[in-house]
């Protein structure tokens, strides 16, 4: 069974970045594509950032709304996912959650096989 923590969350102000942090536990972490998602309030969860597991080639894919400005990461030996984030806007703002899938590529929608808690991003002034 794979946990998932994330850290790094805060309140930044409006251009500021962030990095979060995904850690994983558990189970064999670089075998997993991990995809980072958000859920601001009063608005479902959406993908925003996918990595692949190592062995597919790290292949990543960000939502238009972050391309551009996130950037995603994965350091196997630590079994950590990254997501850098930059140039942030309010409408940033959410819960962030990592999610771990064993099947597929680089997903941002669908059922995941594991989640973490998750991390409060805030951006405002």
């Known amino acids: 069974q794979l946990q998932l923590v994330e850290s790094g969350g805060g309140l930044v102000q409006p251009g500021g970045s962030l990095r979060l942090s995904c850690a994983g536990s558990?189970?064999?972490?670089?075998?997993?594509?991990i995809g980072w998602f958000r859920q601001a309030p009063g608005k479902e969860r959406e993908g925003v950032s996918c990595i692949s597991s190592s062995r597919s080639g790290d292949y990543r894919n960000h939502v238009d709304s972050v391309k551009g400005r996130f950037t995603i990461s994965r350091d196997n030996a630590k079994n950590t996912v990254y997501l850098h984030m930059n140039s942030l806007k309010p409408e940033d703002t959410g819960v962030y959650y990592c999610?771990?899938?064993?099947?597929?590529?680089?997903?941002?929608?669908?059922?995941?096989?594991?989640w973490g808690e998750g991390t409060l991003v805030t951006v405002s002034s």
């Open positions: 999610a771990a899938d064993a099947r597929r590529l680089c997903p941002l929608t669908g059922v995941m096989d594991h």
């Open positions: 558990g189970s064999t972490f670089d075998y997993y594509a």
